[in-house]
Structure formats: C-alpha cells, structure tokens
Nanobody, 121 residues
C-alpha cells in the first residue's frame, strides 16, 4: 500500500507564507514526479506545479515567482512554499505522485487527501 499525506495547511493573512509538505509512505521502490494541484469551492482542480526526481520544476504561469516546489528524495517528500499569499490562493491543496512500487512495476498515480489553505484579506 502507498499513502500520500499532505500537511501544513491553515489560515494565513494575505501577504503571508505557508509551507505545505507531502510525504509518500508504504511499499515504495521509487517516487518520480511529484505535483501539487488545488481546488477552490465551485472551481475545477487546477495545476500548481510539479517537480521531477532530479528537481526540475514546472509551474502554472500565474504562480511563478510566488510558489516554489522542492523535494527530499531520501524522505519521499515534496514541499510547496507559498509566499505573498492572496485571498484567491485559498483552496484545498492536493499532492500527486507517480510511484513505482517495485523495480519492475509500472508507474502509478497516487493522490493525497488534501490540505486546506485559507487566506484572510
């Protein structure tokens, strides 16, 4: 079994910062791309950014410069540093990871349960 657990969400004032974590655990051989998505009430889930195993990153254009993704391969953990937060950043933030459970198994997509970010104006 594989689990992805996000943490670090909460309430922050506009202009503030939060750092989210996403930890993968369980029967894991290798974690490849790890990504972050978010979903605000009444809106579709949207791509925030992702990071490959060699730490190459890609971000949604609207978030470049404010959000930074990093990872620790030894801990199977990815981080989302969010700065200069705006009320429109409020959403449930979800982690996604492509994981191989054995050397020979296919990559599979896994999702966390989400962590809520609230930004007060």
């Amino acid at each position: 079994q594989v689990q992805l657990v996000e943490s670090g969400g909460g309430l922050v004032q506009a202009g503030g910062s939060l750092r989210l974590s996403c930890a993968a655990s369980g029967n894991i051989f290798r974690v490849d791309v790890m990504g972050w998505y978010r979903q605000a009430p009444g809106k579709e889930r949207e791509f925030v950014g992702h990071i490959s195993r060699d730490s190459t990153t890609s971000y949604a254009d609207s978030l470049k410069g404010r959000f930074t993704i990093s990872r620790d391969n030894a801990k199977n953990t990815a981080y989302l540093q969010m700065n200069s937060l705006k009320p429109e950043d409020a959403a449930a933030y979800y982690c996604n990871a492509q994981i191989r459970q054995t050397r020979w198994s296919l990559l599979r997509d896994y999702w966390g349960q989400g962590t809520q970010v609230t930004v007060s104006s």
